[in-house]
């Protein structure tokens, strides 16, 4: 198993600028995506973007595309997602997740087997 520890959450303005952290530890050899998701209150998870652990492809949801961006350092085992021109739409916990297993719809949160406990981002207009 993998242990998920997500940071960099608070309260920001619109048009302002996050960055969250994901440091993995345990049986971090075994990820195959780490992803990013998010939930508003009231709401389902929703799929914010997803990176390969060993090959770096990334995957972003449209209402993200151009704003938010995925990176991540193997040697720390730690994912980061930078969020700019952030939007009070944008305002939700985030939680980092990872999956053992190829071959899975990785914009679902289904597919996902390890879950952090989640960071704030709050964002006013």
């Known amino acids: 198993q993998v242990q998920l520890v997500e940071s960099g959450g608070g309260l920001v303005q619109a048009g302002g600028s996050l960055r969250l952290s994901c440091a993995a530890s345990?049986?971090?050899?075994?990820?195959?995506?780490m992803g990013w998701f998010r939930q508003a209150p009231g709401k389902e998870h929703e799929f914010v973007t997803a990176i390969m652990w060993h090959g770096g492809n990334t995957y972003y949801a449209d209402s993200v595309k151009g704003r938010f961006t995925i990176s991540r350092d193997n040697a720390k085992n730690t994912v980061y997602l930078q969020m700019n021109n952030l939007k009070p739409e944008d305002t939700a916990a985030y939680y980092c997740?990872?999956?053992?297993?190829?071959?899975?719809?990785?914009?679902?949160?289904?597919?996902?087997?390890?879950w952090g406990q989640g960071t704030q981002v709050t964002v006013s207009s």
């Open positions: 997740a990872a999956t053992y297993y190829g071959g899975r719809s990785y914009y679902t949160a289904s597919a996902y087997d390890s």
């Open positions: 345990g049986r971090t050899f075994s990820i195959y995506v």
